[in-house]
């Protein structure tokens, strides 16, 4: 993408040794503490990016962290130096074909949207190889983090959050866009406050249509969690997959357990085709009928019989923000089962006791597995 650039030879990184005799006052007798040597650690990573970026964009921002890594990209945290304002730099690597594709499609939605639920784009630098995509930075945090460390979670909570985020899906609908890969790792909080909004982010499967104004799609892809049923059989599907993977994500919203669980893909596939998931176990019993009656308009296999995005915002239970609702505090409950998934030892989804630990690493590769496109290994053994 774009025209190619010079190689700017810079010193390599400093070895560790050399980081932390540098900051030796920070250590002990006894050696590095956990903190001193993660600094260390982050310093030998940001002067490894530096080495690889491009230079004009180090003569915009000062990289200070790596923040994310997907299939074809790395997210670094930056600062702009001209206002010390922090942005995100997402580094999208163009040298193989599905990394072009992912690319193009990113930027031709961030080109076209505006809206307060959606993250910005604020400007591109393309080289050979590889673009740097300049965005607004969320720094409140992934859905479920924020879940687990806040002391209270009820159904009205739950309905503020699916707003903004159906609100945000209305809105792509309405322009044609399907984002293709909702799920609660997509999901960021804006700021750390309790009043943070959530911005929908990572367009690298999104589509929005074709020169011949055809409007279906067919490519095979997504998470597989969160993948529709039409999708899995191979038809031609709508924007309405997304709104099957808002049902999901409100499942797990309201209860920390996913709708449809399996390790074995083919075995997972054969349970969202059944489309058959239930509301026995804690926290459900306390969950409204209202709650479940939102649920039960998107996890529906007939595509065109789910809520659109804007039916969604005009249900019951979110017109009224669950005010008729129970407002027993979930977030024990919820929080217990989030971690139940994530912890190492956990065989069954009873079976281990949650992690006093920071659960943000756990939870992200135990909740949002990385988009694919799907595997024909697996599909064959359903069709």
């Known amino acids: 993408m774009g025209c190619g650039a010079s190689q700017k030879?810079?010193?390599?990184?400093?070895?560790?040794?050399?980081?932390?005799?540098?900051?030796?006052?920070?250590?002990?007798?006894?050696?590095?503490?956990?903190?001193?040597?993660?600094?260390?650690?982050?310093?030998?990573?940001?002067?490894?990016?530096?080495?690889?970026?491009?230079?004009?964009?180090?003569?915009?921002?000062?990289?200070?962290?790596?923040i994310g890594t997907g299939s074809f990209s790395k997210v670094v945290r930056v600062e702009q130096k001209s206002t010390k304002k922090p942005f995100a730099i997402k580094v999208m690597e163009t040298r193989i074909r599905e990394g072009r594709e992912a690319c193009k499609s990113e930027l031709t939605v961030l080109r076209r949207v505006?809206?307060?639920?959606?993250?910005?784009?604020?400007?591109?630098?393309?080289?050979?190889?590889?673009?740097?995509?300049?965005?607004?930075l969320a720094t409140g945090g992934e859905l479920f983090d924020r879940l687990i460390t806040q002391g209270?979670?009820?159904?009205?909570?739950?309905?503020?959050?699916?707003?903004?985020?159906?609100?945000?899906?209305?809105?792509?609908?309405?322009?044609r866009i399907t984002h293709r890969d909702l799920k609660p790792e997509n999901l960021l909080y804006y700021h750390p406050g309790a009043e943070s909004k959530i911005l929908i982010t990572?367009?690298?499967?999104?589509?929005?249509?074709?020169?011949?104004?055809?409007?279906?799609?067919?490519?095979?892809?997504?998470?597989?969690?969160?993948?529709?049923?039409?999708?899995?059989?191979?038809?031609?599907?709508?924007?309405?997959?997304?709104?099957?993977?808002?049902?999901?994500?409100?499942?797990?919203?309201?209860?920390?357990?996913?709708?449809?669980?399996?390790?074995?893909?083919?075995?997972l596939y054969r349970k969202i085709l059944k489309g058959k998931y239930n509301y026995t176990r804690e926290p459900w019993p306390n969950v409204s009928h209202l709650a479940k009656d939102f649920i039960d308009k998107l996890l529906i296999l007939e595509a065109n019989h789910r809520m659109s995005a804007g039916q969604a915002l005009d249900h019951p239970w979110v017109m009224t923000m669950a005010a008729g609702s129970s407002t027993k505090n979930?977030?024990?409950?919820?929080?217990?089962?989030?971690?139940?998934?994530?912890?190492?030892?956990?065989q069954s989804p009873g079976s281990a006791q949650p992690s006093k630990s920071r659960p943000s690493h756990k939870l992200r590769n135990s909740w949002s597995k990385k988009n694919f496109k799907v595997e024909e290994s697996s599909l064959s053994a359903l069709l």
């Open 330 to 346: 979930l977030q024990r409950v919820i929080s217990q089962n989030l971690m139940k998934r994530a912890s190492p030892h956990s």
């Open 9 to 66: 030879v810079v010193q390599g990184p400093p070895t560790l040794a050399w980081v932390m005799q540098e900051d030796q006052s920070q250590y002990n007798s006894r050696g590095p503490g956990p903190k001193a040597l993660a600094e260390a650690v982050q310093r030998m990573q940001v002067a490894r990016f530096q080495a690889k970026f491009d230079p004009r964009v180090l003569a915009r921002y000062d990289i200070k962290a790596l």
């Open 202 to 267: 990572d367009f690298a499967l999104a589509h929005s249509g074709n020169k011949s104004g055809d409007w279906t799609m067919r490519t095979l892809c997504g998470t597989p969690d969160y993948i529709a049923p039409e999708i899995l059989l191979r038809k031609p599907y709508t924007s309405a997959v997304d709104m099957w993977a808002l049902g999901v994500i409100t499942y797990v919203l309201l209860s920390g357990f996913l709708p449809f669980d399996d390790e074995n893909h083919t075995r």
């Open 114 to 136: 505006s809206h307060r639920y959606i993250v910005q784009l604020m400007e591109i630098f393309e080289a050979q190889d590889r673009v740097y995509v300049v965005m607004e």
């Open 152 to 175: 209270s979670f009820t159904e009205q909570d739950a309905v503020r959050i699916l707003q903004m985020v159906v609100d945000g899906v209305r809105y792509l609908h309405a322009l």
